[in-house]
């Protein structure tokens, strides 16, 4: 294979295991005969010309570290036709064959604007918490962000169990429940509020009502950010002034996107990471790079964003069940 130059860049949230994804990549194609440009800040790093060399040494010490050592944003500019094209001629300007984003739903999005100007080979990487890109089992950050909001929920349930209460914990999840189920199956949650199905308040009064009556003191309920208008918050509201109970809220927040990646994301992000180099080796552009039934697979980035990630309501009804 001729000698190709490679440029890798993360967009939007970051995600545990970003760095990891970075380090496949750069030393896959460096042992490979490659050379890679790191893009920094995202789209940003595209529209400013801002590369930096990157090669095997450049990403040592970096697998076990959360967040992306490229640093990351959202760049309103480079979805402008403008920005587009500027984008475009900056690859070209430096001579670019292929590009490989890691990132989210924008991120790929990005990915098939920049299609249309630019005739290099384009990879995306599935880096998000909120595991709703169709076609990868999993996305990059996603089960250590599940294992810190377990982490947490274990907690929160030793002080509830103490004090007898309620409480209502809010992961984050503005579209899809993927993280708010995880939890809350394995974190023993009596309620699970996700976006895709409607909330019932009063039908969660009678469910805390009759745990009370079996001999239930305290309760986890937990609640997707979409879930409901305004959060946590909101639904604490509403079910007080239907029961006159008093229920404590927490917010996760930004804290599941922080932290050591976990050995499954470390080991999803340095496989998809060398296969995307492989990938565009071979010729390929246009598609995600993911997981299915433990096989690497190539998503067409139309379907990855287009199409429903469907959430196991099969999961969902046996957390239910066994909340009685």
């Known amino acids: 294979m001729a000698h190709m130059r490679f440029a890798v860049l993360t967009s939007g949230g970051d995600a545990p295991g970003m760095n990891a994804a970075l380090r496949g990549i750069v030393r896959e194609a460096c042992f490979l005969g490659h050379h890679v440009l790191g893009a920094q800040r995202g789209y940003y790093g595209l529209l400013e ?35 587009i094209k500027k984008a475009a001629e900056n690859l070209r300007a ?20 920049l299609e249309k100007e630019w005739d290099g080979k384009i990879i995306g990487l599935p880096g998000t918490i909120d595991n709703d890109l169709y076609g990868t089992d999993e996305t990059i950050g996603y089960d250590t962000a ?15 169990m103490s004090h007898e209460r309620f409480f209502l914990v809010e992961v984050m999840g503005r579209d899809s429940g993927f993280i708010a189920l995880q939890v809350g199956l394995n974190g023993g949650a009596e309620e699970i509020l996700v976006p895709e199905e409607p909330v019932d308040i009063q039908a969660i ?8 009556k079996s001999g239930k003191t305290s309760s986890i309920l937990v609640v997707a950010e979409g879930a409901y208008p305004g959060g946590a918050a909101a ?6 002034s239907l029961s006159g109970d008093d229920y404590r809220i927490c917010v996760l927040g930004h804290l599941q996107r922080g932290g050591s990646p976990t050995a499954r994301d470390r080991m999803l992000a340095t496989s998809l990471g060398a296969f995307a180099v492989r990938a565009a080796m071979a010729g390929e552009s246009g598609k995600m790079a993911g997981e299915a039934s433990n096989k690497m697979v190539l998503v067409p980035f139309a379907d990855a964003v287009g199409k429903k990630k469907e959430l196991d309501r099969e999961l969902l009804d046996l957390a239910r069940r066994l909340a009685m």
């Not at 450049?58 to 920005?83: A, M, Y």
């Not at 009064?205 to 009370?212: I, T």
């Not at 639904?235 to 007080?240: F, Q």
């Open 235 to 240: 639904v604490a509201k509403d079910l007080r």
């Open 49 to 83: 010309a801002d590369f930096i060399p990157l090669g095997p040494r450049d990403v040592s010490n970096i697998l076990q570290r959360g967040g992306t050592f490229l640093h990351t944003s959202r760049c309103p500019e480079f979805r402008t036709p403008e920005g």
């Open 146 to 160: 599940v294992s810190t909001a377990l982490d947490a929920i274990d907690k929160i349930r030793d002080t509830a």
């Open 94 to 113: 430096h001579h670019i064959d292929a590009l490989i984003a890691v990132g989210g739903n924008g991120t790929l999005q990005g990915c098939m604007a």
């Open 205 to 212: 009064v009678d469910r805390f009502v009759a745990g009370k």
